[in-house]
């Protein structure tokens, strides 16, 4: 009996984390497809002929990318 008391506990525990994991990697992929959204939304802007923000983003991505090395 006593066993199966601290299973029941620990399950839940267990379950419980899980589901707290799922949703906030949830949010943070919602979040990475909001930048890759932004990242393509400024290269379209790019290409209609606005440079200065198309510069920008490159700009930014050449110093992370230089960071990462």
């Given at each position: 009996m006593m066993m199966t008391n601290i299973m029941q506990s620990l399950y839940a525990k267990v379950t419980?984390?899980?589901r707290n994991?799922?949703?906030a990697?949830?949010?943070e992929w919602i979040a990475l497809?909001?930048?890759i959204l932004a990242v393509?939304?400024?290269i379209q802007?790019?290409?209609d002929g606005d440079?200065?923000?198309g510069k920008a983003v490159s700009e930014t991505l050449s110093n992370i990318i230089g960071k990462l090395d």
């Open positions: 419980h984390s899980l994991q799922r949703g990697q949830a949010i497809a909001g930048v393509f939304a400024a802007t790019v290409f440079t200065a923000v």
